[in-house]
C-alpha cells in the first residue's frame, strides 16, 4: 500500500518566493496533520484537518503561512512570501481519525530559503 | 501547557545490550501515548501506541509502560542491535482530533 507521499523531497528558493508543499495522504484517511521539525523546536504540529476541515491552526506560525485541503486526498501548505527562518524539514500525516489509530508520516520535504 | 520531556538526548550502547528510553510529561490529562521512531532522513514510523487505560504494549522486542499518574512511559528494546540505531521520539495525544504533542527525542546508537 502506498504511503503518505510528499513533494518535492527538497525545495531550495531564495528569500520572498512562494512555495508550495503538497501531499496525498493515505486512502482512506480522513485526518491530515502537517508539522515543522527544526533543531532547535523540534516537531512541530502546525495545522491538522479533519474531513478536509481544518480543525486547529493554532500551530501556523504566521500569516504567510497558509494551508487548504481541497478534498480527501490532497493538502497543500503555502508560504508567501517565504523567510530564512521557514528553513525547516516539513513533514505531512495522515490517519483514519479515530482517537486511537496511529498517525503515518510522510518522508518530509526539507525546504530552505536563501 | 503540556510539556513533553525525554531523557537522555542521546544514547550509545554495545550490541546486545537492552535500552531503555524514557519521557515524561506535565499534564495526565491524555488520551494516549505514542512511541515513533525516525531514521535519518525520514519520516516517523509508530512502533506502539499506549491507551490512557493501558498500562503496557508489546510489540516483539518492543515494550512501553505508561504510568498516567505520576505523567512517564519508558520504552523497552529488548537484545539491542545495529538496526535498532534512530532517533526515538515519545507523542502525547492531547485531543479527541489526535492532537499530538512531541518530545525532541532520544538519538540511539548501537555499536557491532
Known amino acids: 500500500d502506498a504511503g503518505v507521499i510528499q513533494s518535492p523531497r527538497h525545495e531550495v528558493t531564495e528569500m520572498g518566493q512562494e512555495v508550495t508543499l503538497r501531499c496525498k495522504p ?13 533543531m532547535m523546536r523540534g516537531l512541530e504540529l502546525l495545522i ?12 501556523m506560525p504566521e500569516d504567510r503561512f497558509s494551508a487548504k485541503m481541497p478534498n480527501a486526498s490532497f493538502s497543500t501548505l503555502k508560504i508567501q512570501p517565504s523567510e530564512p527562518r521557514d528553513s525547516a524539514v516539513y513533514f505531512c500525516a495522515s ?8 498517525q503515518h508520516f510522510g518522508d518530509g520535504t526539507r525546504l530552505s530559503i536563501l | 501547557k503540556q510539556e513533553v520531556t525525554q531523557i537522555p538526548a542521546a544514547l550509545s550502547v554495545p550490541e546486545g ?20 521512531r525516525q531514521d535519518p532522513g525520514k519520516g516517523l514510523t509508530s512502533l506502539l501506541l ?47 482530533w489526535g492532537k499530538l504533542q512531541f518530545g525532541a527525542g532520544t538519538q540511539v546508537v548501537v555499536t557491532p
Open chain 2, 50 to 96: 499506549i491507551q490512557s487505560s493501558q498500562r503496557e504494549q508489546t510489540s516483539g522486542r518492543l515494550n512501553a509502560s505508561l504510568d498516567k499518574s505520576s505523567g512517564r512511559s519508558t520504552l523497552y528494546i529488548a537484545a539491542s542491535q545495529p538496526g535498532d540505531s534512530a532517533t526515538y521520539l515519545c507523542a502525547v495525544t492531547t485531543d479527541s
Open chain 1, 95 to 102: 490517519s483514519l481519525g479515530q482517537i486511537n489509530q496511529p
Open chain 1, 48 to 59: 491538522y484537518f479533519n474531513n478536509n476541515v481544518p480543525i486547529d491552526d493554532s500551530g
Open chain 2, 17 to 36: 545490550e537492552n535500552l531503555v528510553l524514557n519521557c515524561s510529561f506535565t499534564d495526565s490529562a491524555i488520551y494516549n501515548l505514542q512511541w515513533f
Open chain 1, 26 to 38: 493515505i486512502s482512506g484517511h480522513n485526518s491530515l496533520f502537517w508539522y515543522r521539525q527544526t
